[in-house]
């Protein structure tokens, strides 16, 4: 297989992290990328052992500050896919806290940031010269929300333009029309940009059946 033959099919990638049970819940393509069946459970565990053991103390550090205090977050680093490929990945979402105040669960979704393909990289540059309010509105509602540099959020919207089949100027148009979209409204901002971003991947992409599909259990474990 090529070394984009797991991400071919453009599957979105998200997933919910209980902290109560220690379980998580992955969607079909995060499994695929992982080189998961559909009957085996997520684990911890799993993803660390894909990823480049020099990444994985920092990776496990950024996951325990967030089990502690609320709030959005990013990191990226490197893996190996089923196929033993390198990828370049964005592991971005957000840490809900109960009414207590105590961290219960993790959601977000995973982008894969390898070097896309070059025609897929030029088309998105000339997108850019067309479509750059769009753009740098999605860029800017991404780097405030997420932390993360203005070349990341460029990358992140570029990667998933390329893996979705869709063209850049039309993500980032999507993004901005669901930040004021009353469909996608949400007590935290934050909450509503991990809703669209996930919907990117739908040809309906509608909240409700976003939060049904975070919501069915996959299996998992705690963090030992």
């Known amino acids: 297989m090529g070394p984009h033959a797991v991400q071919s099919d453009g599957q979105t990638m998200y997933f919910r992290y209980e902290a109560g049970s220690g379980r998580w819940s ?3 393509g995060l499994r695929a990328l992982h080189g998961l069946g559909a009957c085996a459970e997520p684990t911890t565990e799993l993803m660390l052992d894909r990823m480049v053991e020099e990444d994985r103390p920092v ?3 950024r996951f325990e500050d967030h089990l502690r205090e609320p709030g959005p977050y990013s990191c990226v680093y490197r ?3 089923a196929d033993d490929h390198l990828r370049r990945l964005i592991f971005v979402g957000q ?3 109960s009414a207590g105040g105590a961290v219960e669960r993790l959601s977000g979704f995973v982008v894969d940031l390898t070097e896309p393909l070059r025609d897929s990289a030029r088309a998105a540059v000339a997108a850019s010269v ?9 860029k800017g509602a991404l780097m405030l929300s997420f932390g993360v540099e203005e070349d990341s959020a460029f990358d992140l919207l570029r990667a998933y333009s390329s ?8 993500v980032a148009e999507r993004i901005v029309a669901g930040l004021s979209d009353p469909g996608f409204s949400r007590a935290e901002p934050v909450r509503s940009l991990l809703d669209i971003v996930i919907g990117l991947g739908s040809a309906d992409p509608c909240p409700a059946e976003l939060e049904a599909h975070l ?9 030992r």
């Not at 750059?132 to 999605?138: F, M, N, P, S, V």
């Not at 893996?163 to 039309?170: C, T």
């Open 26 to 28: 992955w969607s079909p």
């Open 59 to 61: 990776m496990m550090a």
């Open 79 to 81: 893996m190996r896919d």
């Open 95 to 97: 840490s809900e806290a």
């Open 130 to 138: 067309e479509h750059r309010a769009a753009i740098e509105q999605a």
């Open 163 to 170: 893996q979705h089949n869709i063209k850049l100027a039309v």
């Open 215 to 223: 919501g069915v259990p996959q299996g998992g474990a705690p963090v």
